[in-house]
């Protein structure tokens, strides 16, 4: 048995997390493909571990969905992946400016479900939402910052920012931030340098899938984006695949990280798709993917 899922498995039964490890829950971004993760992060909450983790850690859409299990909410937060309504108008190819609105997501539509803000603020399990300094292009968490709802609320935007695609930096303690996902989208070093002695990492990426570089359009423009806004983040930019595959090696060989990944059948789920059968289908294949891991 993996040592994760043993801990995982030993801490429900005692109902302590008082053995001298540290269990951090990693969940990867993706836009849209948040979805897989989504459903992953749900069927952790039917296991009933939800509670056994003594940090969750989120890049991007990842970020979003350690929020909901945090609140208590892993089951509603699976909803809007699903919910047409919100995802033609949180994301919207057409629209000239916030091609992907995650202002009205966390702003409104966040707070009209509502998420439970002071329950993951009040949890002893603690959030640590990842983002990119746009001076530096570093990752940073972000949890020193969550002093309130609004805070909260400003670090999921920020870490949520996607380059070009979601309007201006998001400032929060006096710095700027975009997209966690420029310096790390699986945000396992973070937890392992915070002390993590085990790591479960939820994958949006199905088995087999290998990093391939961006297209020669797609650098030029989000090159030219993050040099006006980010300058920080352009040299992350240009390493972004290099690290993908680094990540990939080391993710699949350490010991103490247990990687759930979507399916090698699963169907690809373009970062801006808006097709809720399609995302309602990832959230499916997520949540098997979780329980079958996991479980007996």
């Not at 949006?204 to 806004?229: F, Q």
């Not at 595959?245 to 103490?256: G, I, K």
Request: glycine content about 10%.
């Amino acid at each position: 048995m993996h040592p994760v899922i043993s801990l995982l498995r030993s801490r429900m039964a005692s109902g302590s997390r008082a053995d001298g490890r540290k269990l951090a829950l990693a969940v990867e971004g993706g836009g849209s493909r948040g979805a897989y993760s989504g459903g992953m992060v749900a069927g952790l909450d039917d296991l009933g571990f939800a509670n056994c983790f003594d940090a969750v850690y989120g890049a991007s859409a990842g970020a979003l969905n350690g929020a909901w299990l945090l609140g208590g909410q892993a089951q509603i937060g699976t909803i809007g992946w699903s919910d047409p309504a919100i995802m033609r108008r949180v994301t919207n190819p057409w629209r000239l400016r916030r091609v992907v609105d995650t202002e009205h997501l966390v702003q409104v539509v966040y707070e009209a479900v509502p998420m439970d803000f002071a329950a993951i603020l009040a949890n002893p399990t603690t959030f640590h939402p990842l983002a990119t300094d746009t001076a530096t292009g570093e990752a940073v968490d972000l949890h020193p910052h969550l002093t309130d709802q609004r805070s909260l609320q400003l670090a999921l935007r920020a870490s949520t920012g996607l380059p070009v695609l979601s309007g201006r930096p998001v400032t929060l303690a006096g710095r700027r931030w975009i997209d966690a996902g420029l310096a790390e989208a699986i945000p396992f070093r973070t937890a392992i340098a915070d002390g993590a002695t085990d790591v479960l990492v939820l994958r949006t990426r199905p088995d087999g899938w290998s990093a391939t570089p961006p297209s020669r359009v797609e650098t030029a423009v989000v090159s030219r984006y993050l040099r006006r806004v980010a300058p920080g983040a352009v040299s992350g930019w240009h390493t972004r695949h290099s690290r993908q595959l680094t990540d990939d090696t080391e993710l699949s060989t350490h010991p103490s990280i247990l990687q759930i990944r979507p399916p090698a059948t699963a169907p690809e789920v373009p970062r801006l798709t808006r097709d809720t059968l399609l995302l309602r289908r990832a959230v499916r294949l997520g949540r098997e993917a979780a329980l079958t891991a996991l479980s007996a």
